[in-house]
């Protein structure tokens, strides 16, 4: 009875801790290379998720056109049982697969019908340029590290390139398609590390051509969009001379498409790296509060380039898992035209001067490094209004 009772504490205890723990969702990305029969395979995977999105959302519009109610995802998923007596070649994908759809179907409609936006669209087979499908109720047995290999259901082991370390807790997997290329993402919850204590810190001022930080470094960011302009309005060009439908239209539409892919895996590619290198070396980083829509009216091509958006979101979520910190500095705050020295505030500073110069204390600073610094004081000593720290 005893021995009974320490086991029911422990399990107890253990519950208690698992629940403590803060766990984090992340994504392992890795490169597959299907055979021609597999990717035969995937492309029918793929075909089958568009079908039963198209159908149900049909449905779902039906329904909601006679009585204003959705039959949501527990009707749907048995009428899908139904369905898939009806049209046998269902069976032949994975069931998961067919359910997830079911499910992004769901929160789709929730979001619309919360947002007022209308129904969702009808899935097109050219027109979506990134096509996946998600699998759950996988675990190690659906990978082969030694032999390179990743097994999806109802297809097969299909050969993965492992460039990084393959994490063993994962539930569920997506397979990707972007342009000639397959990827599978593996989802898996990760725990969170304690908070460290500050001991270095950093201010970063965006800005459209560099990243300058309060150490006086300057980072140069590549012009990925810029370099390949003269290429994508070439092909631009070509596909609008081309009949809308016609099989050379659509070769110019894949070139197109490669090319934009190339220039979305180089920016992101670099600013992984960067947010990586930066949450090695410091404790915490400061970033401005930035509306970058506002600030993509006027510079839109650059600021494209320059990702601020996806840049502080990259570390906000590493920050989170490696235990630092980060501030962000509310948007109305005057990095630039405050005096890191003495804190006085211009009235007006345009863009066209690209050196701050104090009429107070004669401080001749150039206006972005200035910014930087004003950017560290407000996140480490919490003086600017509507600062947030992770």
Known sequence: MGCNSLKLQV????????????????KYKFRINPTNTQLSKLHQVLGSCRFVWNYF??????RYNIDNKFNWFNQNSKDLTTLKKEIMWLNQVPS????????????????????????????SKKNKPVKSFNITMINSNNVDIDAKKVKVPNIGWINCIFHREMPDNFKSMQIINEGDKWYVVFICKVPKKLKVEVKKSIGIDLNSKTYVLSDKSVIEIPKVLHENQMRIKRLQRSMARKVKGSNNREKVRIKLKKVHQVIKNKRLNFFHKLSKNLIDKFDLICLEDLKVSDIAKFNGKITADNCMAGFRHMIEYKAELYGKSVSIIDRYFPSSKKCSCCGNIKKSLPLNIRTYQCGVCNLVIDRDYNAALNILTAGTAGIACGVASN
């Open 11 to 26: 399990n107890i205890i253990i519950t208690h801790v698992l629940y403590l723990i803060k766990l984090q969702n992340l």
């Open 96 to 123: 998961t697969a067919l359910q997830q759809m079911l499910k992004n179907l769901d929160r789709t409609l929730k979001t619309a019908t919360n947002n007022k936006g209308g129904f969702p669209k009808f899935k």
């Open 57 to 62: 959302l049909d449905k779902e519009q039906q």
